[in-house]
T-cell receptor, first 116, second 117 residues
């Protein structure tokens, strides 16, 4: 069975601080995908990144960066110089790769509040 | 990019009535769609997997007679909450996988917020 753990329920930072959201996963699949989604108060899920299990290169996109470490089954997300607009709930998710029909398994989410 | 449209965005109904939520993939075909439910301040929990042309597969604890799923075409799945009660009030989100893209990614609808009075 797959499992995603986001131990941080809520994080509050002041604008311009850096913040890292942790994600630890469990799966018996040898090939899988990891995702991060942002859910603002309006509710829609905003896709941020997909990473497949064979690609352990870290990725940077503007103020966002992701650190995938297969050895520790972690896929952490860092926001640099946080802004108020970053306030949202962030979900880490896992899915098997290939043509499988399995759905995404979501973590419990981390609510990020960025104070001005 | 792939777009999934969900309708209605929000609905308020009286206890005992039925509500239908539609999920459409606008620019791709989806043999499989997924329905999630999210209670306030909680995560997204998978309710069921909707398979085009066949019966849906429900997760443990989800009543199939209460949450009727129909996936009549490659671009449309519907979720009907029958005899809704206040405890069914939740945010329902559908998602779909493009049958031609094998990257594991799901495309999500905007969600439907159901309030049962």
């Amino acid at each position: 069975a797959q499992k995603v753990t986001q131990a941080q329920t809520e994080i509050s930072v002041v604008e311009k601080e850096d913040v890292t959201l942790d994600c630890v996963y469990e799966t018996r699949d040898t090939t899988y995908y990891l995702f991060w989604y942002k859910q603002p108060p309006s509710g829609e899920l905003v896709f941020l990144i997909r990473r497949n299990s064979f690609d352990e290169q870290n990725e940077i996109s503007g103020r966002y960066s992701w650190n995938f470490q297969k050895s520790t089954s972690s896929f952490n997300f860092t926001i640099t110089a946080s802004q108020v607009v970053d306030s949202a709930v962030y979900f880490c998710a896992l899915s098997e790769a290939g043509t499988g029909r399995r759905a995404l398994t979501f973590g419990s989410g981390t609510r990020l509040q960025v104070q001005p | 990019g792939a777009v999934v449209s969900q309708h209605p965005s929000w609905v308020i109904c009286k206890s005992g009535t039925s509500v239908k939520i539609e999920c459409r993939s606008l620019d791709f075909q989806a043999t499989t769609m997924f329905w999630y439910r999210q209670f306030p301040k909680q995560s997204l929990m998978l309710m069921a997997t909707s398979n085009e042309g066949s019966k849906a597969t429900y997760e443990q604890g989800v009543e199939k007679d209460k949450f009727l799923i129909n996936h009549a075409s490659l671009t449309l799945s519907t979720l009907t909450v029958t005899s809704a009660h206040p405890e069914d009030s939740s945010f329902y989100i559908c998602s779909a996988r493009d049958r031609t893209v094998y990257t594991g990614e799901l495309f999500f609808g905007e969600g439907s917020r159901l309030t049962v009075l």
